[in-house]
């Protein structure tokens, strides 16, 4: 398998797919026009080197070679897949994709980390490549986070798709497949979900910001870094598994989704509670001791969890 992958845009989530994809020994060649890009890439691989030691990766000290090209052309030439992770822009990814398109390999395939477009919006300025065009969205950060979900847009050939599954495989993450396009992809659209009812919450004075994160940290939290939602589900439901708990907790549940916040936009007072909840959760705090210990603290979990086969 060739591994060489081309990171188009190195900002923060490029440069912790370049960190990633070097600790698992692949080829990098990193391309981003901006100003100083190239010292800003090399000093975040650095900084992530410590949580990619920790996590055992077997060249987090060194092994996948990084090469800083003068353009996507120069970037794409060789490279099996191509990870773009330019601006949350349609006219962006369609210029960007458009150079893309006329350097790539035939049999490359063209992942955009988008968090939320479609590949069917784009992929027709990949050109003749435009087959190959996919979405193939990480979760932040990726050198941390295993999860990249797959989607292919309404031009991309179904071998792209199993391709890139392969190739994401290979490379140490999770992929999981998206059988449609969606905006905000699956993940997302979940956390969404939960965001829209936790904003409406603390809008409407039921709990503080602090509580809530609380309460999700100390409850549901725990759970769901082990098990998915069904899973956790079925797992609550003793020998009687998901079917018991449908039956048993279905109904009050359906009453709880209709009482559930079906506010649509962002109010000045909602922005301001939150805003304001916020500052007096982190108020005599370092944040940047707080994302240290996540990251840590992940770190940790993702070793527990790599310890021997899943059941």
Known sequence: ???????????????SWAA????????????????????ALRAQIEECRPALRALGRPHADGGGTLVWCDSIADAVAGAQLVQENGPERVDVKRAIFAEIGAAAADDAVLASSSSGIRASDFQAAAGDRQARVLIGHPFNPPHLIPLVEVVGGAATDPDAVADALALYTAAGKRPVRLHRELPGHVVNRLQAALWREAYALVDSGAISVRDLDAAMEAGPGLRWALEGPFMTQHLSGGPGG?????????????????DLSSVGELSEHM??????????????????????????????????KSEGPRP
């Not at 081309?6 to 923060?12: K, L």
């Not at 990633?20 to 010292?39: C, I, K, S, T, Y």
């Open 1 to 15: 398998m060739n591994r060489t992958v081309a990171v188009v845009s190195t900002g923060a989530i490029g440069a």
């Open 20 to 39: 990633h994809f070097l600790a698992e020994g692949w080829a990098v060649r990193a391309v981003d026009p901006a100003p100083g890009a190239e010292a």
């Open 242 to 258: 998901i079917a018991h708990i449908l039956e048993h907790l279905g109904p009050p549940t359906a009453e709880w989704w209709r």
């Open 271 to 304: 922005v301001a509670a939150i805003v304001d909840g916020m500052d007096d959760e982190v108020a005599g705090r370092d944040v940047a001791a707080i994302r240290a210990r996540r990251d840590e603290l992940l770190v940790a979990l993702l070793r527990l």
